[in-house]
C-alpha cells in the first residue's frame, strides 16, 4: 500500500508563492497517477491537478492553469505543486491522493495524505 505524507504550507500573501510537497512510499509507483486536491470548509473536494509518475502526462483545473505547476521527483518519490501568483481564494486544506491505474476508475483516488493548510491573505 502506498502511503503519502503532505508538507510546504503555510501563511502567504496575495500574489505570493508557496511549494507543497507530497512524499510517496511502499509500493512500486510506475502505474500511479498522483492528484492534488483542495477543500475549503462547506465546500465540497476540488480537483486541482494531477500527474502520471510514467510519462509526461500533467493535467490541471482551468481555475489554477497558468499558475500552478505539478512536477515529480522519481528518484525522491516525491510531487510537488508550485504554487504562484496565489489569490485569497486559493485557501484551502491542500490533498496528495494516488490511484493506481490499473486498479481504479479515472477520479478514483483511494490513497490520500493528511492534507496541508494554506492560507493566502489579502
Known amino acids: 500500500q502506498v502511503q503519502l505524507v503532505e508538507s510546504g504550507g503555510g501563511l502567504v500573501q496575495a500574489g505570493g508563492s508557496l511549494r507543497l510537497s507530497c512524499a510517496a512510499s511502499g509500493r512500486t509507483l510506475s502505474s500511479y497517477i498522483m492528484g492534488w486536491f483542495r477543500q475549503t470548509p462547506g465546500k465540497e473536494r476540488e480537483y486541482v491537478g494531477s500527474?502520471?509518475?510514467?510519462?509526461?502526462?500533467?493535467y490541471y483545473a482551468d481555475s489554477v492553469k497558468g499558475r500552478f505547476m505539478i512536477s515529480r521527483d522519481n528518484a525522491k518519490s516525491t510531487v510537488f505543486l508550485q504554487m504562484n501568483s496565489l489569490k485569497p481564494e486559493d485557501t484551502a486544506v491542500y490533498y496528495c491522493a494516488a490511484r493506481n491505474l490499473l486498479e481504479t476508475m479515472a477520479g478514483e483516488y483511494d490513497i490520500w495524505g493528511q492534507g496541508t493548510q494554506v492560507t493566502v491573505s489579502s
Open positions: 500527474i502520471r509518475w510514467s510519462g509526461s502526462s500533467v
